[in-house]
């Protein structure tokens, strides 16, 4: 995976009708990384994407592809990204390979290259025994990695894919995912959108949480646990004989604690790092028996069900 991004936004911002549905986004998309665009329905995803190739103009702010203004140089834009929409529209009528034919004629690719790089992105989707099957004959699985074949055909640098699995059958979701985690090793950068947490936890390298147009956490998945989760990465439960005004006091003072809360016997604290230590000297300081304590870290899941909740 390369440091160069490849893709950056400023204060990207989207209006509808004076709505913002795309609130001061910031992202940053590293070269050869899947990127992974998470939130609920309706969060902003595929205004974001729609912007990022200069098909609707931003209200406000800018995004660059590699270095190019989506909104001022949109051709160049889409010279070098291969885009999946939502909703995938093909030649029922035409086979698979009549089909990424006809994407590489637009892409003014010459007969021998098509032909050649036609035969690769069908090995690479497994579409090679159906290359020849008219397309209304395909399963919706079929017709997904067709969908991602067509985005490859004109060798992209960046592939954009909105919803890439939507519909999909749990098979077809691994089939896809697979190919998706793939696209890095043949030199293509990833930016993935989905509205469930698992896949981009599966294949994504870095991501960003979308809920309500505003960028929520982004940053690579292993490091995301630890840094951008508001309000402290661990919820220590501590059960005391008595939960007194003055100990959640005492607690509160300790240094990394964010946050103490009392609920009958039980002290609910949120913290920095893993304070059991601190928080059982100052329960026994203060002359209250600790009945018991656990600790649980915050997971990406837990982040994500807080805004899914409130998106
Ligand atoms: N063309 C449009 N006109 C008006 N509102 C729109 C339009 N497209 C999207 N929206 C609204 O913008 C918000 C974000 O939509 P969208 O980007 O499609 O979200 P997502 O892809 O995350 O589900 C939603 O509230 C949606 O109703
Ligand atoms: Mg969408």
């Not at 029922?92 to 290259?113: G, P, S, V």
């Not at 497994?126 to 067509?150: C, H, N, P, W, Y």
């Not at 220590?236 to 300790?254: D, F, H, K, M, N």
Request: hydrophobic share 40%.
């Amino acid at each position: 995976m390369g440091n160069n991004i490849v893709l950056e936004t400023r204060d990207l911002t989207k209006k509808y009708d004076g709505t913002t549905v795309v609130d001061r986004l910031n992202l940053h998309v590293a070269e050869n990384e899947v990127f992974g665009l998470l939130g609920p329905n309706g969060a902003g995803k595929t205004t974001t994407i729609l912007m990022l190739l200069g098909l609707t103009e931003p209200a406000s702010g800018s995004a660059r592809v590699f270095g190019f203004d989506s909104t001022r140089e949109p051709l160049k834009v889409k010279r070098l990204t291969g885009y999946l929409p939502e909703r995938l529209g093909f030649y029922e009528n035409l086979t698979a390979r009549e089909n990424l034919r006809f994407i590489a004629w637009l892409n003014n690719m010459n007969d021998e290259e098509a032909e050649r790089q036609i035969d690769h992105v069908l090995e690479e989707v497994g579409l090679v025994e159906k290359a020849d099957t008219a397309v209304r004959k395909f399963s919706r699985g079929m017709k997904q990695r067709l969908g991602i074949a067509d985005v490859l055909v004109k060798k992209p640098r960046l592939v954009i894919l909105d919803e890439p699995t939507a519909g999909l059958d749990p098979e077809g979701i691994n089939q896809t995912l697979d190919l998706i985690a793939g696209l890095p090793k043949m030199d293509t950068t990833v930016v993935m959108c989905s509205h469930r947490l698992y896949e981009v936890q599966r294949i994504c390298h870095s991501i960003a949480i979308l809920a309500k147009g505003k960028l929520v956490v982004e940053g690579a998945l292993d490091e995301l646990g630890r840094d951008a989760l508001a309000g402290g990465r661990y919820r220590i439960e501590v059960e005391t004989a008595e939960a007194s005004p003055q100990l959640v006091g005492v607690i509160g003072q300790i240094s990394g604690v964010r946050n103490v809360e009392a609920e009958g016997n039980f002290l609910h604290v949120i913290t920095d790092s893993d304070l059991r230590a601190a928080i059982s000297k100052a329960v026994v300081n203060s002359g209250v028996a600790l009945i018991q304590m656990k600790v649980r870290e915050f997971s990406l899941d837990d982040i994500y069900k807080k805004y899914f909740q409130e998106g």
